[in-house]
């Protein structure tokens, strides 16, 4: 439907603008017989006349594919007519500041937002990694109870118990720099995931800009 409307639209548009091409068109011809315009100037005219009337009959045919299309959709019958109702109004309309759509396209985009979650995520493993250079300290404590009896009389309370705990504290000097490899191979990730989820930003930042210039 909007499409047939715009259709009309655009027909109403060439048809006007032939009428003004026209209307020049004749005006260069009067001149050029009173010796006032050259070759050139009607040779171009009457060029931009006879290019716009193509763009004319193919905005028709367009209009008339389209009809034919909303009539079949409608369940219409093809020989009745069908003209649409309405109009395209130009309404204005005062466009949010750019900073605010920035920031909203920066915060609610998915897809900059998982690569935020990758770039934390690695960022952690970087830290998980540098653990193995800290010593690991262990806690463990055990509790146990016993209690005998022959007669299954529990109230003698012949009961014993213990109570243990245990510290365990271990340091690795040297592990064949394997640690230190891990640490790098994580901190390379990071920074490409990084390198990455700031040009997924920038990319976002100017597609918003983009957009608002072209509004």
């Known amino acids: 439907y ?21 209307g020049h068109l004749e005006a260069i011809k009067k001149r050029f017989n009173e010796g006032l315009e050259s070759d050139f100037s009607l040779m171009r005219q009457d060029v931009e006349v006879s290019n716009i009337e193509p763009e004319i009959i193919n905005a028709e045919k367009t209009r008339e594919l389209l009809v ?6 409608l369940v219409i019958p093809q020989e009745d007519e069908f003209i649409p109702e309405g109009k395209f109004e130009y309404r204005t309309r ?13 915060d609610r985009r998915p897809d900059l937002a998982a690569e935020k979650l990758r770039t934390r995520t690695l960022e952690q493993f970087v830290g998980m990694e540098k653990s193995g250079f800290w010593p690991n300290l ?6 146990e109870s016993t209690q005998q009896s022959d007669d299954f009389d529990f109230t003698k309370r012949n009961r014993s118990e213990s ?5 365990n504290l ?3 000097i040297f592990d064949g720099l394997k640690t230190n490899a891990r640490v790098k191979q994580a901190r390379a990730r990071f920074y490409q995931q990084n390198l990455l989820t700031t040009t997924k930003e920038d990319s976002v930042i100017k597609e918003v800009k983009d957009t ?3 509004v």
């Open 212 to 214: 608002h210039h072209a």
């Open 2 to 22: 909007y499409e047939i409307l715009y259709t009309e639209k655009v027909i109403e548009t060439l048809r006007e603008q032939l009428k003004q091409l026209k």
């Open 163 to 167: 109570f243990s705990s245990a510290v």
């Open 94 to 106: 005062m466009l949010p500041d750019i900073a605010s759509l920035v920031e909203k396209a920066v």
């Open 138 to 143: 262990n806690l463990t404590t055990n509790y």
């Open 68 to 73: 034919n299309a909303m009539k079949i959709f």
């Open 170 to 172: 271990t340091w690795t």
